[in-house]
């Protein structure tokens, strides 16, 4: 009996296998946005506000690519997506108000 609880348990967890294009692309798309991050704080050091503020959406990015494909988040349950959506909203609203904050003063 307790067998066959084992593997009820284990009925809904499904194996999923990705390919090497699939992790080659992730790792081309990481390289590429770093390249990003480094052009902008090397090239776009007139524009301080906008320079920090386009290297966090960047950053923000590059953390939604590897939640999605390194941790696998593109296989689990939707609502694991959504509380991510809702936790990178949030830093988007707290950066907003830290902006403001900072160009009133």
Do not use: C
């Amino acid at each position: 009996m307790s067998n066959h609880n084992k593997t009820d348990h284990h009925k809904d967890d499904e194996l999923h296998i990705t390919s090497y294009s699939e992790h080659f692309g992730t790792w081309v798309s990481l390289i590429l946005l770093t390249f990003m991050t480094v052009f902008i704080s090397v090239y776009g050091a007139d524009l301080n506000t906008l320079t920090v503020a386009t290297a966090l959406f960047i950053a923000s990015v590059k953390a939604l690519v590897v939640a999605y494909y390194f941790m696998h988040l593109k296989y689990d349950p939707r609502i694991y997506r959504v509380m991510l959506l809702v936790v990178m909203a949030l830093f988007v609203v707290f950066l907003i108000m830290l902006i403001f904050d900072y160009l009133t003063r």
